[in-house]
Each structure stands twice: as structure tokens, then as C-alpha cells.
């Protein structure tokens, strides 16, 4: 106890302020749920001792809450009339951190999940049971087993299948995903068996299988990522990562002598790849023939284990032992949830066992023999009273077998659960077993204590306070206004009571831990220590109790339920959600209830708070915040007062925008204040947004109060004021502005004084009396002062009448009317102006030249104008008198200097000599000395330009631009002059600007005249300028080295360069002719027709055409093309040299067409080498090389002929005249040439016996295309393998073909391997094969006699390829050998006969066996007690018999021996020999097990030696 006073109510003193450091910190992790709300079932709950896990240190009950390690999910029953949603939390223990990590792991539930969970430990029916006595042996506790909870529906979104490269309609999703995974099985199958087959060789190698299996696998995985099959569909970086992980896996498997795979994977493989042979090789017919002879078979056989069967163990029992509740932990009942339960339940646990979800299972060790009944005391905790009680069914029991003893025959140390549905204390009295022999007694075991399980529930005050709108809903949720001062909280605690209340039932002193949310802030209220307020009154005893019953019943008193209630208070000064939350609850048994509600971090956060209605361990308090109502921001800052016009642009009315706060609807009270008037008013809203007062009146607007859904506020006490606004006025005078000089007044000086709110805008129109139609002009006056005066001076005289009719200001911007009237006569003054309107006023002359400016004069003539002409600050002036025209123009004379003039109108003065001086009336002309300056910038030797192109004569320009140029071309018999403007284009350092013009052709050209806006001169000495065009380049073939052979069939009658033979060196070339500035660049064209062309030198019938480029620095050659035979023709496409870039086609000519045009075709033949090859017939003619190539292909490739010689009739074996007779059946070696070439030929044959150096054998004079081949005796002499190749061959033209490089010529010997001797005929005679028996192998038997198991091997002779024929239980099978040792597993009885060997290489080549047939014989076998492992248990003293059954053929001998039960050592052991009889029996009274090591027969024995 902390020492908190009994009977105080938790208020905010109990209260953990959050970032606190006393504040507890939920642990997440596996094994926290989350329940659902207001389920409507109990969850399952259960007791521990809170003595098993006592700690140095007393922590708080939360900080011990929260310490928990596991929860089991409950399972759901029927609801209870306790609480308010007949709800009960779960029962959790503090032990639960006494839990592995791996029961931790099966405990995890997940956050979220949506029941309530339940402590694993909790559960003895799931709890480790601990030996209390010495005598019992410690068993490993068994493992936790839970339900997962219920899986919830996820709703995928929407996402876009990937689609296939296979269009879906062609063949379907799930149709391709099959396919595909069946080629992956297939080809991993495949790849398993070349690995397996490979690594049966140690250390063998294969560069092929690495390479065929590299591009397969990349073919797969590229084929994967390429049909993009939807699920199968793999990413290229994936799919590069794929291929590199294949080609490592196959660099290992199949390359790499010792690699990773050979010493770690290798044999795992082997183990599964014999496994499944095995399986394979079990398919009736097909097994066999798939399988085949596998090394891997062989070398992995082993005999099948059920030769030798049984063994009989004899134990003989001890003593049983047995122990209830031996870890000394007490249990609870969910009372509530029991009588929830169906009434036939108790009656069905009894028939299907214990399995009742209210039921306490309390453990009973059980160490020995199964138990036939148990019997156990119980005593009532309200009584007093002992019962005996006794459960015969043990079977129904639920059981838990902790250890097995196989030593001790069927003993075994096992958990027994007893269910229990009461509460009081539980012993055990006695076990039997089925012989009735009675189980020894744990010694001064402790009585079992069964309490009610603790319970506690939160629900609101009946007496609660019913101010501040406190209301509970209809969903069991409160809510009440927020508290804005500190009389409410003193009030409640004056009063000692609050709102909620938490009234907990169960075996005292208990301690609880609610958590409080407030705005999602958590607070822990720990409620340990605190002293009851019991609303259980004192229990009496009844009078017919003796002092017996009375101790008896209050010595078990402490045990039995209480009924407690603590009162929750708080202050809600903060407006928000109040969430409190019963997390655990544990009584004086250490019995704890944890009610989960976690969040997403693992602990309760009030995410689920409002989900449903409230429930016993959770409420919710919803604090609303008071409303509050203000004037909008926006009015508050607006100009103060606000003004109310009755103008059409101002506003009569204003909508006083308002801010609310709260929940709606609102209701906003207000009073408007007019003087001595003051009224009150309201209004609602329905919405925050948009929500104004209408205001029409002026006043004082004040707002008082404001109330929403929930809770009345206060107001803004900022005051709005409304005024009416007066209308403008104004009043006008005017004084006369007078002029005696001009006759009187000349103009008014109008004087306004107006009232309203600037700025003001005053409308007049003004009017001449002198001219009574004309229009009147109307003038707007804007001023900001209330008193304005502005002046009225007219150009023309006469009465003016100025009417002011309508007056603004800012309140009234539409206007007010008004009528004010004033009429002035006026005499106007005189003015000038130069006058704009005809036209442009010149701005440029020149020296020399007039110029007239024009100007209009108003007023009553006749005018006097003075102006002054103002040059380099020296004024000159000038008037003219007697003008009597409006329009006149000023004459200008003759500038006689350059530079700027300014001519400035003075003064004008009318006919009345009104005079009036005229200011900033004037204008600019600039007067140049002289034009442009213009001449050519061409080169001495004029300008070059090719032909096609067009020329521009640069030009030195000096002067303004532009400037007009006029020049023409001389000796031009039209006269034509051209014209050019130059204009500036960039702003140069100096005056001058390097321009250009167009020439029309090659020729000279002369310049005559140049002007701006002034004439300008020609610079004679560069007045003219040439223009000339480039001569183009040109090329051509010299003919002083070529030929025409007209007699030739080829002939074309081109030009043609010396005909050449095949492969030969070319001893001349082409020679060019160029012109034109060098280097020069030259395109030509090669057209090829081959020899075998019908339509030779025809151009629609070429076989190939190539564009060739070259490059010449001077006169040169052109290469011909060489070693392909046939007909060539060169043509000259186009040429370009320095000044042409672009190419220049030519004329395409086998004749000189022009002086200035050469040849640009010619021709050149080569004529084809003579080919030939070897072939071979047989003695009828038959080729007997059917595959050769046709004519007109030599191949470079040799060809094998075998002859097979049976043994005995080779030279080694037999004489010469022997080996002479076979020579008529060998075959017949020709040489054939192609017909390209011409007769007669020349040939060099090499011909390489089987040993000695080789013969070069030269053939003269062959006419024909065909001439067979003899070859000396000494050559095909002996058995073995010779060649013979061509040389070289020639024909009558002197043409060669050279098959050999003579410096190979005499090298191609057995000694230098068959690269050398490449391109000819091989011929081999071969002897025939032969096989023996191995002589270490069974095979060599003389009896001819093996057993199952024995590998027969056989050693072969010959060429290293056999095919071996053999028969196996009248099964023929044929296999391929490669290794001189033939072996085969004898794996059945039967007989088996080696018939026949062929070489692979020439399988006619064969030899047959008649003397290689066995007889296999089977493995003898013993059955010990019919086969079967028997374990029998027995007194002392008690005999035996165990027998022994044989099969196979007599005698037989066997060995069999007594071990010790856990078969560490052998007690005895005896051989029985020559036994005829196929059964034996030994009688014994001894302990172990006895089993047979060895068994033989007369052919065979087990195990092999």
C-alpha cells in the first residue's frame, strides 16, 4: 500500500500527466492484440500464483501489467447479466514473461485483431507442469498451441494486369503459366540429370554441358522476362541477376573441378537425384529404358533393411508416482461466464471429454503407468464442507505427455487436466492404475486454490450532477460542456462525488489500471493499495452452526468474492474526447484481467473508442467546447464608421459577416444601439459559413451572447457603428479675367465651394452664344479640396455660357443634380502652330537647298508672325506682316553652311494688335555638305565564283544609309542598268559600311551614280570590277595499257585490263586521267558477274555491285578487284576536286566521245582456279560418302570410311596373303575436277599411311574431269587409320589452286594429331570388339552364380564407344559405353546374359557372347516376432518366448544379440549354425532387446561382407 487515504475519491491527484517520468510506456511486440469493442461474449480467464514470480523490487500495477509477454486469443460464449454489455475481461497472469521466444512467436496475434486475448500461461491447459518432489524426473514444458484469430476480407484496389506478349485469346492466362512451369520443370529436370551424370566421373569436366546449359538458362529467364506472363513476369535488372546466378550454378556444376557446389551441394544432389532414379526406374517398361545403366544407381545400391525385421524389447516395471498442481499456482472461475453456459454442457464434457470454455483445468503429473481413476478432495469456501469426488473416466481427460521412457517399457510422465467449475480448494486423494495398484503421493502437497476470477466494470453515477447539459446517449457515451472556470471543480470536490464510477467484484485486495485519453494524450490512474468502499455488507453466520462449522468456514473466508466501487472524477476544463479505459484488473491471488484495445503502436490509443456502443471496461466523455461568436476580421479592419447611402454605386445595407464557433445550429443575440433607442434582436444559422446580420438601420451594433447544439458562449464585445450619409452641394462664382490691350475680358475665373465627402467631380457644359446651334462641349472639374477655382480662356471670342448641372463625391459617386449658370463675354487671343496635318515636315536638306515649313494661325487677321532661325547659338529673327490666310508657309532659303538649324515661331499679334507670345512652338532640319561616296573592294584579278553560283561585288559605302547605287554591265548590248539600295545592317567604329551587290553573270561591271537624300560620287579609281566562273573537274581512263580481245567469248568491246587467273597477284592496274585543281575525289562503281553467269556483261543481270570512293593527289592508278573468278566492270560515277565540293557526274563512255570527254568504263576478267576433290565408291560404284559436297564447293572438312575385320583377320593376326585377298573388297579412291576449268590437268596428292612419313603422288596428263586413284600396297598394309589429301591442282591456263600451304606439306602425321591432315579422305580399319569378366568382380565366378546387390563388370576392347546388348529376366536392353569397364547391378533375382558388343563408330562391328549368362539368387531374410518391434512389459521372475522365422535356401547360420533398452551396449551374443529349419525360439527372462545382426544362406548372406 502506498499509503493514500481509505475512502478518498480518485480525482486528478490520481492523474499521470503526460511526458510524466513515472509515466508507463506500453510495450508492443508479439503477442498484443487488439478486441473488439463490446463483444458480446466472456473471455476465457484464469489463475497463477502470485508467489511463483516474486520480484526484489515491488513495481506498480500497470508497470506489472504491462510487463506481460503473451495473450491467447478467447473463445466466445454466451453473454452474462454482469456488467452493462455482459462483458467480462480476460484473466492474465504476471508469469507470462516466463514464456520462450518460441512460444512468444505463436502467440502473436497482431495489432488490430478483434477479440480478446488471453494470457498462455494463464491457461493450464496449456502451462508446463514442474516436478515438486525429488523423486519426479523434470520434463521440458509442451509446447503452446493457440487458434490464429479469424482472417478479415482485404479489398485489393484496383491494379491493371500486366498483359502477356501472348494475346490472351490465342491461348489463356492460366494455360500459359502452365506451359511455362512445366518447360522450367523440364529443364531443371534435365539439368539435374547431366550435373548428376557428370559428377559420378570425380574430377570430370564438360565445356559443353557449361555452354548448352549457359544459353538455355538465358533463354529461359529471357523468355520470362520477354512473354511477360502475368505472376511469372520478371523485371530486366531481375533478369539479369538470373542469368549471372545460372551462369555461376553452372559454372560449379559443370566446369570447375572443386567449386562450391562439388563440396557442398554434390551430395545432397546425389541423395535426391538417386532417390528419384529410383523412383523412375520403379515405372513398369518405361522405368528401365529412361533410366538406364546409370553409374549413380550402381555406386548408390544399397540391399532393402527388411531382410532382417523386429526386435523385442522386455521391460520390467517400477513404481508410479503422481502430483496435483506441482507448481503450487492458484486458479480462478469466471462465475458469470459458468452460468452462461448451456445445461447439457456439463453432461457432454463428460461424454467427449472436458472441453468446456468455462472449465479451470488444473494439472496433475502423472509419472508411470496410465491412471484408471483419480480421486480428489474438495472444500467449499462458503460451507466449510470436504467432499470426496472420483473420475473413472480418465480418457476423457485432457492429457499432455511431457517425457517417454522407452526403457521402462509403456511408462511414460504425462499431465492430466482436471476440470473444475467451483469454487473452493482442491486435493488429491488417490490414482489407481488398471491392475488397481495405487500411485504414490506427492508428500506435504499444498491444498489447490480455486478463487472467482476478478471482474470490474465502469458505468455512470446514478446521483451524477445534472448541470453543464451532462447527457448520457442512448449508446451508453456521455457528453457535457466544457468548464471554463474553477468553480465548477470546486463544486465537485465540495460534493465528493463525480461521473463514473468503477465497481470491481473479486478476492481482495485488488488493484486495477485505468487509462484515461484526453485528446489522444494517455494518462494511467493506478488504483493500487486504496482502501475499499465495499458495497458487500458483513456476512452472518446461521445459529444452527456449531464453533466447527464456523472456524471452518472462516478459516476459507479470505477466499470468497467481494464487491467493491471507486469513483472517477475529473475537472473538463479542456473541450475534446475523455476516453477512460479499464486495462487490467488483478486480485490478491495474483489472478490479472487485461482488456485490450490496442492502437497501431502497440498500446490503447482510443482509435476503436467510438466504434459501437460503450462497454463494461470502456466509456467515453465527449467535452464540448463552448461556442463563440466574433465579428469577421475583414470588417473589423474595413473603414469605421460604415456609411449608408441612398446612391446606386453605394450601399443602402451591409451584411455584417460573423464567426462562429461550435457545433450547429447557432443562435446569435444582439442589440442595436440609435441614440437614446436601443432594441434587441436574434437570429439563427445553420452553418458557420457565410453567416451575416443584416444591417438597413444606423446604429450601434453590439453582439451579447451565443448558444450551438451542445453549450451556450459569449460573445465579441467589439461594437459596429452604421451612419447615414448627407447629400453634396455646391456653390459657384466667377470674376472676368480682363485684357485692355485685346479689346476687354478675355477669359473667367471660376470659383466653386463645395460640401460632402473628396473627392468631387463638378460637370458644366460650356456653350458660344455666338454661334446658337453649334454643339456645347462638356468639361468635368476633379478636385480633392473643398474649395476649387480654375480659369475659362477660350481661342474664339464671343458670349460663353458655362451650365453646371451635376455634382459627385465619394458617397454619392452616381451624382447629385444641380443648377448653377454663368455667362461671360469673351475676346479671344491670337495663336500659331506649325502646322502637322498636310503632311510630313522635312527634317533633312542639304547645302544649298529651300525648304518650306507650314504653319496655321487662329484669331482676326490680318496676323503679324515674328519667328527666329536659331544656328550655332546664333539667333537670327524674322517677321511677316499682312498675312491674311489661316494656312501659310514660312520659305526657308538656301542653306549656305552644314549643320542644325532650329526655327522657332516668336510671337503672333491679330488685327486688333492683340499680341500673345507663343512658347515651345518650333522645329529641328539638319543640312548636310554633301551624299555618299562609292566604289568597288574587289581583287586585282576579280572575283572567281563556280559555275552555277552567284557572284556578290563587295562595295566601300561612305555616307547615311541607305544609299542608292546604279551600276551596268559593260559590253551589255540591252543598256540594262541595275539598281541596288545598301542598307545599314551593323553599327560599325567608323562611318564607313562594307557592303555588297549582285553580278548577273561573268563579265565586267562599272559603277555610275550613288545618292541618299543628297546626290553622291563615284570612286574612279575603283569604279569597275570582273567577274569570272571556275572550270569544273574532270576523270578518265587512260587506254594506252588496255586491249579489246574480240575473239574472246567474253568480249563486251570494252576497253579490258589483261585477263588474270584465281587467287593469282595482279600485275597492272588502271590509269586515271584527272583535270581540275587538285586533290581530287572520285566515285565509281564496280559491277561483278560471276563465272557461272549465263548473261556475263548484260547490266540488269549483275551478281553483285559495289560504290567505291577514291582519293587522288596527282595522276594515279586504279586498283582492280581480285580473287573472286568472273567478269568485272569499273565505271567513273563523279569527281570533285578542291573547288567543287560537290560532285560532278560523268558521262558513262567506252569511247572518247569528246576532246574533252575520255573513257570511264573498262573491264577485267578473271578467270576460276581448277578445283577438284577426293571421292570414294565402293567396288559396285556406290559412293560411299554420301554427304559430300556438291561440285563447284570444295570442302575443306575430312572424310571417314571405317572397315570392320573380324578378329583374326588382320596382318597382326594373320600373313600378307591374307590381308591381299581383302583388297578386292576395298574401296575405290577418284579425284574429280570441275568443269570451269580446262583440260589437260595437273595434280599433287599426299597420302599418310598409318605409320611412316607421307607420300606427295604426282598425276600428269588428266584429261578428263574424272581419274580414279591407286595407292601402293605398302600404304594399306595393316590394321589402323590413313589419309590422303589434294595438294595442289593446275589446268591447261596455267591456273592453280593451292589446298595445302606447302610449308604443311609432310607434317600431317599420326605424331601431329589429324588438324594437319584436315581436307581429305581417312580411311580406318577397324577389328571387332571383345568383352571378359573383370576378375575382381562377381562376374568372374566360375558357378556363374551372384546374388542380389553384386555389380557385374566386364572389361571391353576396342575403340573407347560400345553399344552393349544384354538380357536381364528375359528383358532386352541395349546401352552406350564409354569407359572399358561395363558394370550392371544385379537388383533381382532372375538370370542375366551379356549377348553382344558393337564400336558406336561402326555399330555393324560387332562380336557376340554365348559363355556370359548368370544365375542371380535372392538375399536371405529373418523375421524376428513376425517382423514387428515388440515392447513387453514384465514382472520379475516372468518367461518369455520370442521366435524367429527364416527365408531362403538351407542351412542357414544367423547371429542374434541382447542389447541393453537404450541400445548403448551389448549384454550378449550367440550364433546359431547350419540350421535346416526355417524357424527358431529363444526363451528368456531377461531385460533388453533382442534382435538378429546376421543372417546366411547356401548362396547368400546379409549383411554383404
Known amino acids: 500500500m502506498n499509503g493514500r487515504q481509505a475512502g478518498a475519491p480518485v480525482g486528478s491527484q490520481g492523474l499521470t500527466p503526460v511526458g510524466s517520468p513515472n509515466r508507463i510506456k506500453r510495450r508492443t511486440g508479439p503477442g498484443l492484440g487488439s478486441p473488439r469493442f463490446g463483444s458480446p461474449q466472456f473471455p476465457r480467464t484464469d489463475a497463477q500464483n502470485s508467489e511463483s514470480n516474486a520480484e526484489p523490487t515491488r513495481s506498480t500495477f500497470a508497470e506489472r501489467i504491462y510487463q506481460s509477454t503473451g495473450r491467447l486469443r478467447a473463445h466466445p460464449e454466451p453473454g452474462s447479466s454482469f456488467g452493462l454489455a455482459s462483458q467480462t475481461p480476460i484473466a492474465q497472469n504476471d508469469n507470462l514473461n516466463m514464456l520462450s521466444a518460441g512460444q512468444l512467436s505463436q502467440l502473436d496475434l497482431g495489432a488490430g485483431s478483434s477479440a480478446d486475448v488471453l494470457s498462455s500461461t494463464g491457461s493450464p491447459a496449456k502451462s508446463g507442469v514442474a516436478s515438486a518432489a525429488a523423486a519426479l524426473r523434470r520434463a521440458p514444458p509442451p509446447p503452446v498451441t493457440m487458434s490464429a484469430p479469424a482472417a478479415k476480407p482485404i479489398k485489393a484496389g484496383a491494379v491493371q494486369t500486366p498483359s502477356s506478349a501472348i494475346p490472351a485469346t490465342v491461348i489463356d492466362l492460366p494455360s500459359q503459366r502452365m506451359y511455362a512451369l512445366a518447360v522450367l520443370g523440364l529443364l531443371v529436370a534435365w539439368k539435374m540429370y547431366d550435373a548428376i551424370s557428370l559428377s559420378v566421373d570425380v574430377g570430370r569436366t564438360s565445356f559443353y554441358l557449361f555452354v548448352k546449359w549457359c544459353l538455355l538458362d538465358t533463354a529461359m529467364w529471357y523468355g520470362a522476362w520477354f512473354l511477360r506472363i502475368p505472376r511469372l513476369s520478371i523485371l530486366s535488372h531481375i533478369m539479369y541477376v538470373l ?194 495398484l495405487e500411485f504414490r503421493t506427492a508428500a506435504q502437497a499444498p491444498p489447490t486454490i480455486v478463487v472467482t476470477c476478478p471482474r470490474a466494470q465502469l458505468q455512470w453515477l446514478d446521483d451524477a450532477r445534472t448541470g453543464d447539459n451532462f447527457v448520457v446517449g442512448s449508446d451508453g457515451h456521455a457528453s457535457i460542456c466544457q468548464r471554463i472556470d474553477q468553480d465548477h471543480l470546486v463544486e465537485s470536490r465540495s460534493t465528493g462525488d463525480g461521473l463514473l464510477q468503477v465497481v470491481v467484484e473479486g478476492y481482495e485486495p485488488i488493484e486495477m489500471t485505468v487509462v484515461r485519453l484526453v485528446n489522444g494524450h494517455r494518462e494511467v490512474i493506478s488504483l493500487d493499495g486504496i482502501q475499499p468502499q465495499s458495497m458487500d455488507t458483513q456476512p452472518t453466520h446461521s445459529e444452527t452452526l456449531n464453533a466447527t462449522q464456523i472456524a471452518a468456514i472462516e478459516k476459507w473466508s479470505r477466499f470468497q468474492t467481494r464487491k467493491s466501487a471507486y469513483t472517477l472524477s475529473d475537472t473538463f476544463l479542456r473541450p475534446g474526447e475523455y476516453v477512460y479505459k479499464l486495462e487490467s484488473i488483478r486480485d490478491a491471488a495474483n489472478h490479472s484481467v487485461v482488456t485490450s484495445g490496442l492502437g497501431g503502436k502497440g498500446i490503447f490509443d482510443g482509435s476503436k473508442a467510438a466504434e459501437g456502443k460503450a462497454t463494461s471496461y470502456m466509456a467515453r466523455i465527449q467535452v464540448h467546447r463552448r461556442p463563440s461568436a466574433s465579428w469577421a476580421d475583414a470588417l473589423l479592419n474595413a473603414e469605421l464608421p460604415l456609411r449608408l447611402s441612398d446612391d446606386r454605386a453605394r450601399k443602402s445595407d451591409y451584411a455584417l459577416p460573423l464567426i462562429l464557433s461550435g457545433t450547429g445550429p447557432w443562435t446569435v443575440n444582439y442589440i442595436i444601439a440609435n441614440g437614446d433607442e436601443v432594441t434587441q434582436e436574434s437570429k439563427k444559422f445553420s452553418k458557420a459559413e457565410d453567416s451575416t446580420i443584416d444591417a438597413r438601420r444606423p446604429g450601434t451594433y453590439h453582439l451579447l451572447d451565443v448558444s450551438d447544439k451542445f453549450c451556450g458562449g459569449q460573445a465579441s464585445s467589439t461594437n459596429i457603428t452604421l451612419v447615414q450619409t448627407p447629400k453634396p452641394a455646391a456653390n459657384v462664382s466667377s470674376t472676368p479675367i480682363t485684357a485692355h490691350e485685346c479689346g476687354g475680358e478675355i477669359g473667367a475665373l471660376i470659383e466653386l465651394e463645395l460640401t460632402g465627402r473628396p473627392p468631387f467631380a463638378v460637370h458644366y457644359r460650356e456653350r458660344n452664344l455666338r454661334f446658337p446651334n453649334s454643339r456645347p462641349i462638356t468639361r468635368i472639374v476633379r478636385t480633392q479640396q473643398r474649395r476649387h477655382s480654375f480659369k475659362v480662356m477660350p481661342d474664339m471670342a464671343g458670349t460663353y455660357e458655362l451650365e453646371f448641372f451635376r455634382l459627385e463625391d465619394d458617397n454619392y459617386p452616381s451624382g447629385q443634380p444641380m443648377s448653377a449658370a454663368i455667362e461671360q463675354a469673351i475676346h479671344a487671343q491670337p495663336s500659331a502652330k506649325i502646322d502637322t496635318l498636310n503632311g510630313r515636315i522635312a527634317s533633312r536638306a542639304c547645302m544649298g537647298e529651300e525648304l518650306e515649313l507650314p504653319v496655321r494661325l487662329k484669331g482676326q487677321g490680318p496676323w503679324e508672325l515674328v519667328y527666329n532661325i536659331v544656328y550655332e547659338n546664333r539667333r537670327t529673327a524674322k517677321t511677316v506682316s499682312g498675312i491674311t490666310d489661316e494656312s501659310y508657309t514660312i520659305a526657308l532659303g538656301a542653306f549656305d553652311n552644314a549643320g542644325e538649324y532650329t526655327i522657332e515661331l516668336a510671337q503672333v499679334k491679330d488685327g486688333n494688335q492683340c499680341a ?346 588428266i584429261a578428263g574431269y574424272s581419274q580414279p586413284i591407286t595407292l601402293p600396297d605398302h600404304v594399306a598394309s595393316q590394321i589402323g587409320r590413313y589419309h590422303m589429301r589434294l595438294v595442289r591442282t593446275r589446268d591447261a591456263r596455267g591456273c592453280e589452286h593451292q589446298f595445302v600451304d606447302p610449308s604443311e606439306v609432310g607434317l600431317g602425321r599420326a605424331d601431329h594429331g589429324s588438324a594437319a591432315i584436315a581436307g581429305g579422305i581417312e580411311i580406318e580399319y577397324i577389328e571387332a570388339p571383345n568383352a571378359r569378366p573383370a576378375s575382381a568382380s562377381p562376374a568372374a565366378n566360375p558357378s556363374r552364380s551372384v546374388c542380389v546387390g553384386d555389380v557385374l563388370a566386364f572389361e571391353l576392347r576396342g575403340l573407347n564407344s560400345w553399344n552393349v546388348d544384354y538380357a536381364y529376366n528375359s528383358a532386352r536392353r541395349s546401352t552406350s559405353v564409354t569407359k572399358r569397364l561395363f558394370r550392371r547391378i544385379a537388383d533381382v533375382p532372375g538370370n542375366f546374359t551379356l549377348q553382344r558388343v558393337c564400336h558406336r563408330a561402326a555399330n555393324e562391328c560387332c562380336s557376340e557372347f554365348d559363355d556370359l549368362a548368370y544365375a542371380v539368387h535372392d538375399i536371405p531374410r529373418v523375421l524376428v516376432s513376425g517382423g514387428k518391434n515388440v515392447y513387453q512389459d514384465i514382472l520379475e521372475g516372468d518367461m518369455v518366448d520370442i521366435h524367429l522365422d527364416l527365408v531362403g535356401a538351407p542351412p542357414f547360420t544367423f547371429t542374434w544379440q541382447r542389447r541393453s533398452i537404450d541400445g548403448a551396449k551389448v549384454l550378449e551374443s550367440h550364433t546359431v549354425k547350419d540350421l535346416d529349419a526355417f524357424s527358431y525360439t529363444i526363451s528368456t527372462a531377461s531385460e533388453g532387446t533382442f534382435e538378429v545382426t546376421f543372417v546366411q544362406d547356401l548362396y547368400c548372406q546379409y549383411p554383404k561382407a
Not at 573547288?1139 to 558521262?1147: A, G, S, T
Request: include cysteine.
Open 243 to 436: 542469368i549471372a546466378l545460372s551462369v555461376f550454378i553452372n559454372l560449379n556444376l559443370f566446369y570447375l573441378t572443386m567449386s562450391v557446389l562439388t563440396l557442398a551441394v554434390k551430395p545432397v544432389a546425389v541423395s535426391l537425384a538417386t532417390g528419384w532414379l529410383r523412383s523412375v526406374k520403379s515405372i513398369p517398361w518405361l522405368g528401365p529404358r529412361l533410366v538406364g545403366d546409370s553409374d549413380l544407381l550402381i555406386d548408390s545400391f544399397e540391399l532393402d533393411e527388411a531382410h532382417i525385421l523386429g526386435r523385442h524389447t522386455i521391460h520390467i516395471l517400477p513404481h508410479s508416482l503422481t502430483h496435483m498442481n506441482p507448481q503450487g499456482r492458484s486458479f480462478c472461475i469466471d462465475e458469470a461466464q459458468l452460468r452462461a453456459e448451456p445445461w447439457y454442457q456439463k453432461y457432454a464434457s463428460g461424454l467427449f471429454g472436458h472441453s468446456g470454455h468455462s472449465q479451470t483445468l488444473i494439472p496433475i503429473l502423472i509419472n508411470g503407468t496410465h491412471p484408471d481413476s483419480i480421486s480428489y478432495a474438495y472444500t467449499s469456501f462458503e460451507t466449510g464442507q470436504r467432499q470426496l469426488r472420483t473420475i473413472k473416466n480418465t480418457g476423457a481427460l485432457q492429457m499432455e505427455t511431457n517425457a517417454v521412457y522407452p526403457t521402462l517399457g509403456n511408462w511414460v510422465m504425462a499431465t492430466y487436466y482436471l476440470p473444475v467449475s467451483e469454487v473452493g480448494a482442491y486435493e488429491i486423494f488417490s490414482v489407481k492404475d488398471r491392475k488397481g
Open 916 to 1261: 500673345r507670345d507663343l512658347i515651345d512652338v518650333s522645329t529641328v532640319v539638319t543640312v548636310r555638305e554633301g551624299g555618299p561616296r562609292v566604289g568597288f573592294q574587289c581583287p586585282d584579278n576579280g572575283i572567281h565564283v563556280l559555275d552555277g553560283e552567284q557572284a556578290q561585288m563587295p562595295i566601300n559605302v561612305a555616307g547615311e544609309f541607305p544609299v542608292e547605287v546604279r551600276y551596268h554591265k559593260i559590253g551589255d548590248t540591252s543598256g540594262h542598268v541595275h539598281t541596288a539600295t545598301i542598307r545599314r545592317k551593323s553599327q560599325q567604329q567608323s562611318s564607313s559600311q562594307l557592303a555588297s551587290v549582285i553580278a548577273y553573270g561573268p563579265g565586267e561591271y562599272e559603277l555610275l551614280a550613288a545618292s541618299d537624300i543628297c546626290a553622291g560620287t563615284i570612286d574612279t579609281q575603283r569604279a569597275r570590277c570582273s567577274v569570272h566562273v571556275e572550270a569544273k573537274p574532270s576523270a578518265w581512263f587512260v587506254t594506252d595499257s588496255l586491249r579489246r580481245d574480240i575473239n574472246d567469248a567474253h568480249d563486251t568491246g570494252i576497253w579490258r585490263l589483261h585477263e588474270s587467273c584465281e587467287g593469282a597477284a595482279l600485275q597492272s592496274a588502271f590509269e586515271l586521267g584527272l583535270s581540275g585543281s587538285g586533290p581530287w575525289k572520285i566515285d565509281y562503281r564496280v559491277d561483278y558477274w560471276a563465272t557461272g553467269n549465263a548473261r556475263s556483261g548484260v547490266p540488269s543481270f549483275t551478281d553483285r555491285t559495289i560504290t567505291h570512293s577514291l582519293v587522288v593527289m596527282q595522276t594515279s592508278t586504279l586498283k582492280p578487284e581480285c580473287c573472286e573468278p568472273g567478269l568485272y566492270r569499273y565505271t567513273l560515277l563523279s569527281v570533285r576536286d578542291e573547288r567543287y565540293q560537290k560532285p560532278q557526274l560523268l558521262l558513262a563512255a567506252h569511247e572518247a566521245v569528246a576532246a574533252e570527254a575520255g573513257v570511264t568504263v573498262v573491264e577485267h576478267l578473271i578467270t576460276k582456279s581448277p578445283l577438284a576433290e577426293l571421292r570414294a565408291y565402293s567396288p559396285d560404284g556406290t559412293p560411299l560418302d554420301t554427304s559430300s559436297s556438291s561440285r563447284g564447293s570444295f570442302r575443306r572438312q575430312p572424310r571417314s570410311i571405317k572397315h570392320c575385320l573380324a578378329p583374326g583377320q588382320s596382318k597382326s593376326d594373320g600373313d600378307a596373303q591374307t590381308w591381299a585377298k581383302l583388297h578386292k573388297y576395298l574401296p575405290v579412291f577418284r579425284i574429280e575436277f570441275e568443269p570451269s576449268g580446262k583440260a589437260p590437268f595437273q595434280a599433287w596428292v599426299e597420302v599418310f599411311p598409318a605409320s611412316g612419313p607421307s607420300e606427295v603422288v604426282h598425276l600428269e596428263g
